[in-house]
Nanobody, 125 residues
Framework: VQLQASGGGLVHTGGSLRLSCSASGFTLDWFAVAWFRQAPRKEREFVASIGYRNRDSSYADSVKGRFTISKDMAADSASLQMNSLKLEDTAVYYC???????????????????WGQGTQVTVSS
């Protein structure tokens, strides 16, 4: 079971990036997928999640309306489309998956069983 996160980079404020999370060794159909991020000297925080069968997405208030999470079932991958990027979006972004009940635990990093290695997103002015 492996997750590979990619798509990070350097972008100016107001720009867009699309992060991808590719799964190998399993299918994402029956996994909840989430993105977390960690900025320097800050704790890891929840960004977005999506439940089984590509339903029931959740977002942190700070990204609502700007970020969109989705799963590509055919490709066994998930993505995070990030628009209108702000300086405070700068962080290492991690994808993670979980098989448990997709309830209120979705916002907690401890709920997720497998993690990708992280991809750096840097937003500059």
């Amino acid at each position: 079971v492996q997750l590979q996160a990619s798509g990070g980079g350097l972008v100016h404020t107001g720009g867009s990036l699309r992060l991808s999370c590719s799964a190998s060794g399993f299918t994402l159909d029956w996994f909840a997928v989430a993105w977390f991020r960690q900025a320097p000297r800050k704790e890891r925080e929840f960004v977005a999640s999506i439940g089984y069968r590509n339903r029931d997405s959740s977002y942190a208030d700070s990204v609502k309306g700007r970020f969109t999470i989705s799963k590509d079932m055919a490709a066994d991958s998930a993505s995070l489309q990030m628009n209108s990027l702000k300086l405070e979006d700068t962080a290492v972004y991690y994808c993670a998956v979980a098989r448990g009940p997709y309830g209120t635990d979705r916002y907690r990093s401890q709920y997720y069983e497998y993690w990708g290695q992280g991809t750096q997103v840097t937003v500059s002015s």
